[in-house]
């Protein structure tokens, strides 16, 4: 069972009068998580992966648990008592794919997430037809589940771009215009890091990893803006 855990950390708090105000660290829970994370490795929890979102104030946990309870043990004992987080939030990821990665890809992509709304009706065909997806010269997918997450975002994919103009010439051209897709929101990484070891990874997402087999992405010129001529 995988899910995405998203830990709020406001770089801003207050006390109770809104009086005294402290100026947080940024990387007070990266930071807390690369110390400490060796030891919460369990038979029920594997803790795969890190990412950081600057401009949402949230560093976010790829885990890999046997059971919504042990999720609940492992957020109240490690993260929940954590100075100056505010909230944390849990997305379920059904049907994880993760795609190989070309071994010549470049080194210095950016990473994003797309979040997708589709109609119920067209969702696995919005689903499918993004996995087959087959790495281009600026855009790689890297893994693709479905979430559930509201009633306007059902579909989480993650992609290494080579900048924001390619990632968004990539959606606009690629997705939006998919049967069934309603909405979407791109979000930029800040930083990432896998918490795994080989072993564990191997262990937790091997089993899930498949070869794109469809339509090639197209080469994307970030500086030609035809493609917001349909916009």
């Not at 919504?68 to 049907?95: C, E, Q, S």
């Amino acid at each position: 069972m995988f899910t995405l855990v998203r830990i709020n950390l406001p770089s801003i708090v207050r006390d109770h009068d809104g009086r005294l105000v402290t100026h947080v660290n940024p990387d007070h829970v990266w930071d807390y998580v690369m110390k400490n994370h060796a030891s919460w490795h369990t038979s029920d929890v594997n803790v795969l992966y890190m990412t950081r979102r600057h401009i949402q104030e949230d560093t976010s946990l790829i885990v890999d648990v046997t059971s919504p309870d042990a999720l609940a043990d492992f957020l109240t004992k490690h993260i929940a008592p954590l100075k100056y987080v505010r909230g944390i939030w849990v997305l379920n990821m059904a049907k994880m794919r993760f795609f190989v990665m070309p071994p010549d890809r470049p080194r210095d992509f950016s990473r994003f997430t797309v979040t997708i709304d589709a109609l119920p009706q067209h969702m696995n065909k919005v689903y499918d037809t993004i996995s087959a997806f087959e790495p281009g010269r600026d855009i790689i997918i890297n893994y693709i589940a479905q979430t559930f997450e509201s009633f306007n975002a059902s579909i989480l994919v993650s992609v290494l771009a080579r900048s924001r103009g390619h990632m968004e010439a990539f959606v606009e051209t690629h997705l939006k215009p998919l049967d069934g897709v309603m909405d979407y929101e791109i979000t930029g990484i800040s930083k990432t890091t896998r918490l795994a070891t080989p072993e564990q990874w191997q262990e937790s997402v091997g089993p899930y990893f498949v070869s794109p087999g469809g339509e090639h992405v197209k080469d994307i010129d970030a500086y030609d803006d035809s493609w917001m001529a349909g916009c």
